[in-house]
Structures are given as C-alpha cells and as structure tokens.
C-alpha cells in the first residue's frame, strides 16, 4: 500500500511527472502535488491511482471520513482545471501565427490540416478563430481576411 510519498517516489522512478499523472486522472497539477505532498488522499483519488496506474494508495482517514459523512454518494473528481500551457490573459500561442493561419483558412485548408500544424486541438483552433473574427470564405472569391475586415 502507497501513501503520498511513495507516489511521488513511484513516479519519479517510473519515469512520470507529476502533471502527467494528473492529466491522466483529471486532476490540477497543483491539486495533486498537494495532496501527494501533505499526504492528504481522498477516497476519489486513491481510486484513480488504483484505476489507473494499479496503485493500492491509503487514503487518508480524516478526509476519508469528512467526505463519507458529507455525502450519501461517491464523490466525482472536479473537472480538469487549465492545462498548463494555458495563458490567462487571453493570448494564445496562435496569434504569433495569425496572418499564416488567415492564409491557410482562406486558402480552404481544413481546420485539422492547420490544428496539426501549429499542434494544437481542431476544437481550440476553431474557438480561436471565432474569438479572431475568422472564418473559411463563403463564396469563392472573398477571404477569410476579407470577412474579417
């Protein structure tokens, strides 16, 4: 049986990070290197690691019994929080490639070709584009750029 440390250890001997873990399990990586650290694993979480990487973790008995007694019904994890590229003034690591990526939309490439360019998901780059104002041409002959303007 693990407790927080020998996580840690685990994944540092496996060859693991911390956030990939937790992308793994749906966690923060803030929230799961604090729980890991302080050793403060709920129930919820000792079942992931089990689920997911066959880790037989003890969970700690006072959230344990905090969460059992708040509830009737298993907790679900919170949803993943921003990745950790994200930028939290609003920019994206598109925009250094905004006039190339105007040129792919209006040249008709599909938004997978251009999500796989600039590695990035197709349902971000379309969520990109829309905050931009960008859109693939409607008619032949006006550009996305065009549209824009």
């Known amino acids: 049986m693990f407790d927080g440390y020998s996580v840690l250890l685990w994944i540092s001997q496996n060859g693991h990070t911390i956030t990939e873990i937790a992308d793994i399990i749906g966690y923060t990586r803030p929230r799961l290197s604090q729980a890991l ?3 403060q694993i709920t129930l919820p979480l000792a079942r992931l690691l089990d689920t ?3 880790l037989k973790v003890i969970p700690s008995a006072s959230l344990t ?3 059992e007694i708040k509830h009737d019904r298993p907790v679900r994890p919170a949803m993943k ?3 950790a590229g994200s ?3 609003g920019s994206s690591k598109l925009d250094e490639h905004l006039e190339e990526i105007a040129e ?3 040249a008709g490439v599909t938004q997978k070709e251009i999500a796989e360019r600039y590695q990035t998901t197709p349902s971000n780059l379309h969520d990109w584009l829309k905050r931009r104002g960008l859109k693939a041409p409607r008619s032949a002959g006006q550009t996305a750029v065009e549209k824009s303007e």
């Open 87 to 89: 930028r939290s003034d």
């Open 104 to 106: 792919l939309v209006a």
């Open 52 to 54: 997911h990487f066959q």
């Open 81 to 83: 929080g921003r990745s």
């Open 37 to 39: 650290h302080q050793d």
């Open 65 to 67: 019994l905090e969460i």
